[in-house]
C-alpha cells in the first residue's frame, strides 16, 4: 500500500489503530473459516463512526476493497480479506451508547460483543435474543451483518427481527440512518436489506437493538432416543402440535459423545438427544411441557429429564454449546456445515446423509437447531491424511446439495460468505442473482465493500443482466416455485 | 382525445391481449381512477410469467403503471403523477402450497386474506396478522402497503412472517428470493424491501409465509384508565411486565375517556392465570376493568367510516410517547374545532382520524400534528385525506436516507413507471 495512504490513514485513527506490517497483518487473514487465508494490505482499527467515515472516504477516493470485521468469528469467510484491501475491525467501537427500558430499545456501537448487551440489561429482567453459540466472543456487527441465529430463535426470531434502526457508513462515504427506533418508518426497509448483507453494503457503526423482557418461567426438557428418525419425528410432531418451544436443538450420538466428553453433562448414552425448551406464563409452559412430554414418549423417548434448577439447565445448554468446539476431541479436523431443510424432511435427510456419509468413508457428527429445521453437519476428517480434506469439502457440499433438493437453503446463519458463493446458483437463478444486484449496486456502484462475496461471480453494475433462464430447482423438477 | 393516442391505445391493448388473452384486457372506467387519475386500460394477467411480460411490454411502451389487488387501499400514497395502465392481480388469486406440517405457505398475491386465511384454518393454522378490510385486501396488498393490526403486539408485521417472495420486474424479469424454510440468509432479503414498497420496485407474483397455529380461546379485557397519561402508563406496564398479550391498544377520542383493550390467547388454564395477573396491575393503579367479548377490530373499523373532511394517518412514536401525542393532538384540534379519535397499539403505532369543517383546518392540524410528533421523533404518514388536501402535501412527511432510496429505485425501476410519484419523493 502507498505509504501517502497509510499516512492518511494514520492520521485518522492514530499510529496505534493502524497496522500495516506483515506480521502483524497475519491476525487478521482468515476468520472462522481457516482454510481460506489473504492478507490484507492494511488494518485500521477506528474509535469511532466518524474514523470510519473518513477511511471509508478514503477507500472510495482510491478504489480500495474495504472489508469490515468484528471478532473474526464468521464461519463462511465474510471478514476474509481481499487481496489489497483494508480491513477495518469494528473491535474499537464497543460501547453501549443508550439504554431505554421503558421502550426496550438499547443503542450500541458495532464491536459490542453480543452477551454484553444481555449482561447489560438484565438486572431490568431484559435479555437480547438471538444468542449464537459464539455469543461470549462475537459482535452485534458481524451478527447484523451475518443476519445470525441461535438456539433461541425458533420463538424470538433472528438478528433481523431485533434490529430496529441502524446508522450506516455507505461505500462511498456517505452516512446515513435506516430505520429507527420508532416503528413503520416511512420509505424502504433498507434497514431489514441491510441485515444480512454481509458486510457488501456498508458499515454499520451504530444500531439499535429490540430487548425482550425474560419470560416468567423456562423450563428445559432433555429426551433421549433410539435413533436421529424418532427424535425428528418427536420435533416435526411438537411444531404441529401448535407448540412453540424456545428452542429444540437436536444431537446424534457422536456429537452427544464429544460433548459429553468436553463437558460431562450427564448426557444418557443415547444415539439421539433432544433438548426442548419452553418458557413464558408459568400455567401455560407446565400444561405445554406435558404435552410435549407426551409427545416425545409416543415417538419413543426411552428418558426424559426435566432440569430441576437453573444449575441444571445451564449444564445441559453447556452441552450443547460446547459442541461444536468439542468435535477437536474426536477428529483432528472438521468442517462445520450449515443448512436449512424444511422440518418434515429431517428424519430422511439424515438417513441420507449417514448414506454420504458412509460412502465417503468419513464420519458426520449433528448438533443443530432442529426447530428450524437448521443443520449444523460437522464432517470430521484428518488433513495428514493425503486427500481427504477434498474428501471432506466435497461430502460437506453433497450434503448442502441435499438441503437444496429438500425444498431448503444452503445457509440459514452462517452466511454464504466466500465459501459459498458458488452454491448460490444452485438455489437461485441468474435472474434472482441479477435482481440482488440491483440492491448492491444502489449501494456500491464501484464494489468496494467486501468484494467477491455472496454472489457467484463479480458483475459491473452497468452490466445488462441476461435473458430469462429456467430456475435450476424447475429443470430438476425438483420445485415449480421456490 | 386525439386519434393517434386512440389508435396507440388500441395497439397496446391487442398487444397485452396477446399476452394475457384479449378478454383480460379492458378500457379502465372511471371506477379505476386513482386520487382521480384516470387511466386507459386494465390488465389481469393470469401468472407470474404474463405479469412479467406486460410489465416489459409496457416498460418499453412508455407508460406509467398502477399495480392492484382488491383496490381497498390504491389511495395510499401521494397522488399519482400520471398513470396509463392499472396491472391488477386478480387473476392471481390462488394458495398454491399450504405445507401445514412445515407451518409454511406460499400464496399468490391477489389472493385475499379471508379467501387465505379460510384455506390455513383447516390446518387449524393461520398468517397472525389482522389487518384491515380481510374480505377485500389482497396478499399483494398488505404487503407493498405494510399493514397491519393488533397482532403485531406480539408477532411483529410482514416483514416478520414473509419467507419468501417472486416479484417481476419493469424489464420482465421474473426473480425470486428468500425461500420456503424458516430460516434462511442466502443472499439479500428481498421479501422485505418490497414489504412496503408500495409497489414501486416490482410487482409481487407470490409470497411465502410462516404460519402459526390458530389459538385454542380468547380473552379480552377493557380497563378504563382516568387518563390518556394512565392508559399510556398501563400500556407500558404491561410489555415490562411477563404478560404475553396478543393485543394491547388504546382507543381514546374527543371528549370521551380513554380506553385500554388487551387480549390474551392460548390454553384456558393458562388465560385465567394472565388475566389474574393483569387484574392485579389495574389493582395496583386502581383502574376498573371489565372482560368483554367485543373484538378489538370494531373501533378501527369505525375510523375508517368515509365522510367529508376527514384525515386518517399512521401515527409512529415510541410506545411511551402516546400519551404526549394525543396531548398534542387534543392541543391542536381544540381551537381548529376539529373532531378525532385514535387507536395505538402498545407498540407505539396508531391510526388518527381527524375530521373538521373544511381542508384549511385538517392541513393546518396535520402540519403542526407533524411537526410536533417529529420532535417526539415518530412520524406521520396521511393515509387518506380529501384529494384537495392530498394535493398539496406529501403524505408520506421527510423520510430518512431519501438519496438512497431513490439510487434504489432508480435500479430497479429506472423509468419510474411503477407507480410514479406516489412515495417518498419519486
Ligand atoms: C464456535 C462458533 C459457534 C458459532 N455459533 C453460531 C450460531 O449459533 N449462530 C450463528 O448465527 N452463528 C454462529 N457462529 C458464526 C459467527 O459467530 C457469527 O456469524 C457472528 O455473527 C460473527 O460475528 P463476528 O463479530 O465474529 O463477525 P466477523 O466474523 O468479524 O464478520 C462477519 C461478517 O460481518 C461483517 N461485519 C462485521 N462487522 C460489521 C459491521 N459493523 N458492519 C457491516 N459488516 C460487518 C464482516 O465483513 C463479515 O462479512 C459461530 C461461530 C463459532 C466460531
Known sequence: MQRQILDELAAIVGHDGLISAAEQLRTYECDGLTNFRVMPAAVVLPRTGEQVQHVVRICHRERIPFVARGSGTGLSGGALPVPGSIVISLARLNRILAVDIPNQRVVVEPGVINLHVTQHVAP?????????????????????????????CLKYGFTVNHVLGLKVVLPNGELVELGGAVLDQPGYDLAGVFVGSEGTLGIATEITLRIVKRPATVQTLLAAFNSTDEAGAAVSAIITAGILPAAIEMMDRLSRDAAEGAVQAGYPEADALLLVELDGPAAEVALLMERVKAICAECGAWEQRLAQSEAERAVVWKGRKAAFAAMGRISPDYIVQDGVIPRTALPRVLREIEQLSAAAGLRVANVFHAGDGNL?????????????????????????????????????????????????SQM?????????????????????????????????????????????????????LF | MELSMIDHIQTLQ???????????????????????????????????????????????????????????????????????????TRRLNEVLEHAWSDMTA??????????????????????VLDPLWLDAATIGGILATNDSGALR????????????????????????????????????DLPKL???????????????????????????????????????????????????????????????????????????????????????????????????????????????????????????????????????????????????ELVAQAVGVGSLRLHGANDQALL?????????????????????????????????????APALMRRVKDHFDPQHMLNPGRFVGF
Open chain 1, 428 to 480: 437461485f437463478a441468474e435472474p434472482d442473482l441479477d435482481t440482488m444486484q440491483l440492491v448492491r449496486c444502489a449501494f456500491d456502484p464501484q464494489h468496494i465493500a467486501n468484494p467477491d462475496k455472496v454472489f457467484p461471480r463479480p458483475r459491473l453494475c452497468a452490466e445488462k443482466p441476461g435473458r430469462y433462464e429456467p430456475h435450476p430447482l424447475e429443470t430438476a423438477g425438483i420445485a415449480e
Open chain 2, 194 to 340: 418490497m414489504t412496503g414498497a408500495l409497489g414501486t420496485l416490482g410487482i409481487i407474483v407470490d409470497a411465502t409465509f410462516r404460519l402459526y397455529p390458530l389459538p385454542a380461546e380468547t380473552t379480552i379485557l377493557r380497563v378504563a384508565p382516568a387518563s390518556i397519561q394512565s392508559a399510556n402508563d398501563l400500556m407500558v406496564r404491561v410489555l415490562d411486565s411477563t404478560l404475553v398479550p396478543t393485543g394491547l391498544q388504546c382507543h381514546v377520542a374527543v371528549n370521551q375517556a380513554p380506553e385500554v383493550w388487551i387480549r390474551f390467547e392460548g390454553m384456558r388454564a393458562a388465560l385465567e392465570a394472565q388475566l389474574e395477573q393483569l387484574r392485579q396491575i389495574c389493582e395496583a393503579t386502581s383502574i376498573s376493568q371489565t372482560l368483554t367479548t367485543h373484538d378489538l377490530w370494531p373501533g378501527l373499523r369505525r375510523m375508517w367510516q368515509r365522510s367529508q373532511a376527514t384525515l386518517i394517518c399512521k401515527t409512529s412514536v415510541l410506545p411511551s410517547d402516546i400519551a404526549a401525542m394525543v396531548k398534542a393532538v387534543e392541543r391542536v384540534a381544540r381551537p381548529l374545532r376539529l373532531d378525532w
Open chain 2, 153 to 188: 403486539v406480539r408477532f411483529g408485521t410482514l416483514r416478520d412472517l414473509i419467507l419468501g417472495i417472486t416479484v417481476a420486474l419493469p424489464d420482465g424479469t421474473l426473480a425470486k428470493s428468500g425461500g420456503k424454510v424458516v430460516k434462511n440468509v442466502a443472499g439479500y
Open chain 2, 364 to 400: 393546518a392540524a396535520l402540519t403542526i400534528i407533524r411537526a410536533e410528533i417529529t420532535t417526539l421523533g415518530g412520524t406521520v404518514v396521511v393515509l387518506d385525506a380529501p384529494l384537495g388536501v392530498k394535493q398539496q402535501i406529501d403524505v408520506w412527511g421527510p423520510t430518512k
Open chain 2, 106 to 127: 406460499t400464496v399468490q398475491a391477489g389472493c385475499t386474506v379471508s379467501a387465505f386465511q379460510h384455506q390455513l384454518a383447516q390446518h387449524g393454522q393461520h398468517l
Open chain 1, 376 to 424: 449444523h453437519p460437522l464432517v470430521l476428517y484428518d488433513r495428514s491424511i493425503s486427500g481427504q480434506e477434498h474428501v471432506a469439502e466435497q461430502l460437506a457440499f453433497n450434503i448442502l446439495k441435499l438441503c437444496v433438493q429438500a425444498g431448503g437453503s444452503i445457509t440459514g446463519e452462517h452466511g454464504v460468505g466466500r465459501e459459498k458463493q458458488q452454491f448460490m
Open chain 2, 14 to 88: 391487442s398487444e397485452l391481449g396477446g399476452i394475457v388473452g384479449a378478454e383480460y384486457v379492458q378500457p379502465a372506467t372511471s371506477a379505476d381512477m386513482v386520487d382521480g387519475v384516470q387511466p386507459q386500460l386494465v390488465v389481469s394477467p393470469g401468472s407470474g410469467d404474463e405479469v412479467a411480460r406486460v410489465l416489459r411490454l409496457a416498460n418499453a411502451a412508455g407508460l406509467a403503471i398502477a399495480p392492484r389487488g382488491g383496490g381497498t387501499k390504491l389511495g395510499w400514497g401521494n397522488r399519482p403523477e400520471r398513470l396509463d395502465l392499472v396491472v391488477s
Open chain 1, 124 to 152: 431490568y429482567g431484559y435479555f437480547y435474543a438471538p444468542d449464537p453459540s459464539s455469543q461470549s466472543v462475537c459482535t452485534i456487527g458481524g451478527n447484523v451483518a451475518e443476519n445470525s441465529g441461535g438456539a433461541h
